[in-house]
Antibody, heavy 118, light 110 residues
Framework: QVQVVQSGTEVKKPGASVKVSCKTS????????ISWMRQAPGQGLEWMGWISTYNGNTNYAQKLQDRVTMTADTSASTAYMELRSLRSDDTAVYYC???????????WGQGTLVTVSS | QSVLTQPPSASGTPGQRVTISCSGS????????VYWYQQLPGTAPKLLIY???QRPSGVPDRFSGSKSGTSASLAISGLRSEDEADYCCVAWDDSLSGPVFGGGTKLTVL
């Protein structure tokens, strides 16, 4: 069965970077893209970007494209999202999801809480 | 502020039918599929409806989706206490070249 497991809670200081992992199993990793979303406390979901696990192509949300990098390790069936120059308003739960057609996310990770605080 | 507009809250009693709306524009709902997600408290979102009105395996037929023009709706019939959750609509946006989300609707079962 398909499983998507993310790395654990992170606490970072303003200006630091965070890298969240998303390990998948139960399907052929390179057959599906991975999208990343985040949800600030009490807020709705926000799409951050997408990575093709087949060729590494990426498409980032415009507001984050200067600070975010998404990568994929096909040998480990794992995707990564790195966010740099963290600010307090980056505090959120970060999710990865298998992406069939962007907008169509059929399997989600459990979420990773990233807290940015001095 | 979310690109897709949903009411912040909805409510109903057990057994009732409830409808949640999602309003967008010609660049998103008007020209692309709509997806609905259910998010139980403290958990990750779960795909509820895809391609406007299709249910993934395992989703009860009490849940149905529809789309007309630049708006979409999620209907839940035979409301149950376990349906109490946040519901969010999503659609690809041609102008932004990415998916856009509604702000979510918190459903309370009275």
């Amino acid at each position: 069965q398909v499983q998507v497991v993310q790395s654990g809670t992170e606490v970072k200081k303003p200006g630091a970077s965070v890298k969240v992992s998303c390990k998948t199993s139960g399907y052929i990793f390179t057959n599906y893209a991975i999208s990343w979303m985040r949800q600030a406390p009490g807020q709705g979901l926000e799409w951050m970007g997408w990575i093709s696990t087949y060729n590494g192509n990426t498409n980032y949300a415009q507001k984050l494209q200067d600070r975010v990098t998404m990568t994929a390790d096909t040998s480990a069936s794992t995707a990564y999202m790195e966010l740099r120059s963290l600010r307090s308003d980056d505090t959120a739960v970060y999710y990865c999801a298998r992406d069939l057609v962007t907008g169509h996310f059929d399997y989600w990770g459990q979420g990773t809480l990233v807290t940015v605080s001095s | 502020q979310s690109v897709l507009t949903q009411p912040p809250s909805a409510s109903g009693t057990p057994g009732q039918r409830v409808t949640i709306s999602c309003s967008g524009s010609s660049s998103n709902i008007g020209s692309n599929y709509v997806y609905w997600y259910q998010q139980l408290p403290g958990t990750a979102p779960k795909l509820l409806i895809y391609s406007n009105n299709q249910r993934p395996s395992g989703v009860p037929d009490r849940f149905s989706g529809s789309k007309s023009g630049t708006s979409a709706s999620l209907a839940i019939s035979g409301l149950r206490s376990e349906d109490e959750a946040d519901y969010c609509c999503v659609a690809w946006d041609d102008s932004l070249s990415g998916p856009v989300f509604g702000g979510g609707t918190k459903l309370t079962v009275l």
